[in-house]
């Protein structure tokens, strides 16, 4: 069943098909409770993409194996889109990076997720993070080190003997290059965080404003109609009357003398006594 799959082993091309077979297999020796899927398991006449979909529901990992020859070939790019968009926060998404791949020849989006190498080192930290995301408890790294050690030659040895690469990797991006890919990453961040300040900016003021009208409710007879117009207007009406009304509801369990305070700091000018004073 789909649903009992928690690893995503994405491939694209001969070599990259061989290497994600290889480590599928090698996965479920390591980590028992380790399920991996790859697109190679769809039926044939089913649709591909409901697969894809319905696959991903349940996975807490995704590994990407990237080679010279598929670095930009659409189908990695779509699966790696569907990984970045599906996956809740608490997944993780990593590229293994065969054939002498090194990460700055890895180009966005691929080089946005966590890459690792396909040698001891490199393998065993991305052994470690499965480890720890994956549903069912985490094997004891004492125990996790023992398997690795007693697995990894074997991973070794099916990667070496993969057929060589097509064509070689890319060359490393000069440093103008890098320096370019930086500064669109950054032109790309900051409208997510002016969006940020802004929803921030907003839930500040209608937490201002509601406090002032929680408080002035208790203490003046007026209507609350008027100032829920102004606060509307000027804010964003779904925050605005979700805080309004909890803070107007909260206000009935506050003392008087606390409500009173709060008044005194966000309204100008004298405030009327308390009808309980």
Same mark, same amino acid.
Request: proline residues 6%; glycine residues 4%; neutral net charge.
């Given at each position: 069943?789909? /649903?009992?799959?928690?690893?995503?082993?994405?491939?694209?091309?001969?070599?990259?098909?061989?290497?994600?077979?290889?480590?599928?297999?090698?996965?479920?020796?390591?980590?028992?409770?380790? !399920?991996?899927w790859m697109s190679t398991?769809?039926?044939?006449?089913?649709?591909?993409?409901?697969?894809?979909?319905?696959? %991903?529901?349940?996975?807490?990992?995704?590994?990407?194996?990237?080679?010279?020859?598929?670095?930009?070939?659409?189908?990695? *790019?779509?699966?790696?889109? &569907?990984?970045?968009?599906?996956?809740?926060?608490?997944?993780?998404?990593?590229?293994?990076?065969? &054939? /002498?791949?090194?990460?700055?020849?890895?180009?966005?989006? %691929?080089?946005?997720?966590?890459?690792?190498?396909?040698?001891?080192?490199?393998?065993?930290?991305?052994?470690?993070?499965?480890?720890? *995301?994956?549903?069912?408890?985490?094997?004891?790294?004492?125990?996790?080190?023992?398997?690795?050690?007693?697995?990894?030659?074997?991973?070794?040895h099916k990667l070496k003997? %993969?057929?060589?690469?097509?064509?070689a990797p890319p060359p490393?991006?000069?440093?103008?290059?890098?320096?370019?890919?930086? %500064?669109?990453?950054?032109?790309?961040?900051?409208?997510?965080?002016?969006?940020?300040?802004?929803?921030?900016?907003?839930?500040?003021?209608?937490?201002?404003?509601?406090?002032?009208? &929680?408080?002035?409710?208790?203490?003046?007879?007026?209507?609350?109609?008027?100032?829920?117009?102004?606060?509307?207007?000027?804010?964003?009406?779904? &925050?605005?009357?979700?805080?309004?009304?909890? !803070?107007?509801?909260?206000?009935?369990?506050?003392?008087?003398?606390?409500?009173?305070?709060?008044?005194?700091?966000?309204?100008?000018?004298?405030?009327?006594?308390?009808?309980?004073?």
């Open positions: 069943m789909a /649903d009992a799959y928690n690893v995503f082993i994405s491939w694209s091309g001969e070599r990259s098909r061989l290497a994600a077979e290889v480590l599928k297999e090698w996965l479920s020796n390591v980590l028992q409770n380790a !399920r991996p398991e769809i039926e044939k006449g089913s649709r591909s993409f409901e697969e894809i979909a319905r696959a %991903l529901e349940g996975m807490k990992v995704g590994i990407l194996c990237l080679t010279p020859e598929n670095l930009t070939l659409e189908w990695l *790019h779509y699966e790696a889109g &569907a990984l970045s968009k599906t996956l809740d926060a608490k997944t993780r998404v990593c590229t293994y990076l065969l &054939a /002498d791949l090194d990460s700055t020849t890895v180009k966005p989006p %691929l080089s946005w997720f966590q890459w690792t190498k396909a040698n001891k080192a490199d393998t065993r930290k991305l052994i470690g993070t499965i480890n720890k *995301h994956l549903d069912a408890g985490p094997l004891p790294e004492s125990k996790l080190d023992t398997t690795f050690e007693k697995w990894w030659p074997d991973l070794e003997a %993969l057929p060589p690469p097509s064509m490393r991006p000069s440093t103008d290059e890098m320096v370019a890919e930086l %500064l669109e990453l950054t032109r790309g961040i900051v409208p997510a965080i002016r969006e940020v300040a802004e929803d921030t900016n907003r839930n500040r003021n209608a937490r201002f404003f509601a406090d002032a009208v &929680a408080a002035a409710r208790r203490t003046t007879p007026f209507e609350l109609s008027p100032i829920e117009q102004i606060v509307s207007n000027s804010l964003s009406a779904r &925050a605005t009357k979700t805080t309004l009304n909890q !803070r107007i509801a909260d206000a009935d369990n506050e003392p008087d003398t606390t409500i009173r305070a709060k008044v005194a700091k966000s309204l100008p000018g004298k405030l009327p006594r308390s009808s309980k004073g």
